[in-house]
């Protein structure tokens, strides 16, 4: 098999990396928490490059590709898929335990009444802070991926993944037309729809890894290493210039097997592939963390991400060492 799971590590370490700088670097000028080195026009550099990440692609992507070949060995089915949910939210919830009250404590502002405890303890409406909408709508995919799966065996790639565009080119559509009136207004509504969204990204890794993707992708592997690189250049050139939803799914699958396919320095790869072992952790903090920093007073960008990228991998692994009766608990 061409995509180890070290590939996957150090993708789902790319990842995390994409996830923290758009989330500190994706806003205008008007309400930057850092020290910009470059503006142009009414955005800084670093927003500028903010375009080019799309974490929540390539996780569901990774998502796909890996529960996939589970699936294929283990026939996994709900009962096993639930347990690594319930992982999840145990460490999202530990995550809530610590912050919240240091946030409180600090005078910053969280709002707090037993509508919102119930909102965010179940990834309904995660108000505390909206980077953990992801949660919810991931784990619901995830819960139905045995079926999803059996689908792609029975109809084929070609037909899934074209459904799964038009559903998601459907939602978009009834978000356009509805979103300001009835849509955000309701959130019996629009809970449901981030569901559909992700599935075509979902479904695009699943179906490469049914695929001949691993073919193509030990053919990448062949290729001189400046050329990779340089293809990398373009589409990320590409894609901070572009901004359409239909493409992040795309984007991701190419940047996944380029990046994959690409030499590395070891270093380079060892960091990577420890921030992917961290990711899960460092989603659900990273946020948190960048807004102590942010509250200590404005830094260089480069300063404040490195510290922010450092910090949240150190309480990953607090977070890891604290949890791990338990998720050997619900994982056995």
Not at 93 to 98: A, G, P, T
Not at 159 to 186: D, K, P
Not at 194 to 207: I, Q, W
Not at 217 to 226: I, N, T
Request: charged share 10%.
């Amino acid at each position: 098999m061409v995509f180890t799971r070290e590939d996957t590590s150090i993708m789902k370490g790319v990842a995390i990396l994409m996830m923290i700088y758009f989330h500190m670097f994706e806003f205008g000028l008007d309400s930057i928490l850092y020290l910009p080195l470059s503006v142009i026009g009414k955005y800084s550099i670093e927003c500028y490059l903010a375009r080019a990440c799309n974490p929540v692609a390539l996780f569901l992507l990774l998502g796909g590709i890996g529960n996939y070949i589970i699936y294929h060995k283990n026939q996994s089915g709900v009962k096993r898929t639930g347990k690594r949910v319930l992982k999840l939210y145990v460490h999202y919830w530990f995550s809530l335990l610590i912050f919240i009250p240091i946030i409180l404590l600090l005078q910053l502002p969280v709002p707090i009444s037993f509508k919102d405890f119930i909102w965010n303890i179940t990834g309904l409406n995660p108000s505390w802070k909206i980077s953990n909408w992801f949660l919810m709508p991931y784990c619901v995919v995830l819960l139905c991926s045995p079926w999803l799966f059996k689908a792609l065996d029975r109809y084929g790639w070609k037909i899934c993944l074209i459904v799964c565009l038009l559903i998601r080119m459907g939602v978009f559509a009834f978000n356009h037309y509805y979103s300001n009136e009835y849509i955000y207004a309701n959130k019996w509504i629009w809970n449901p729809l981030p569901e559909l969204v992700l599935l075509f990204a979902f479904m695009l890794g699943a179906a490469a890894a049914k695929t001949d993707f691993w073919g193509v992708l030990a053919k990448m592997k062949k290729w001189p290493g400046y050329l990779l690189y340089l293809a990398l250049i373009i589409i990320i050139g590409i894609r901070c210039s572009i901004h359409i939803f239909t493409a992040f799914a795309t984007f991701s699958l190419a940047l996944c097997m380029l990046y994959v396919a690409a030499p590395h320095f070891s270093a380079v790869k060892k960091a990577l592939i420890f921030l992917g072992k961290h990711s899960m952790n460092m989603w659900f903090v990273h946020w948190w963390i960048w807004d102590l920093v942010a509250y200590t007073g404005k830094l260089y960008s480069p300063v404040a991400f490195v510290l922010v990228v450092g910090l949240s991998a150190i309480v990953s692994m607090i977070f890891n060492f604290i949890l791990k009766p338990v998720d050997k608990l619900i994982l056995r």
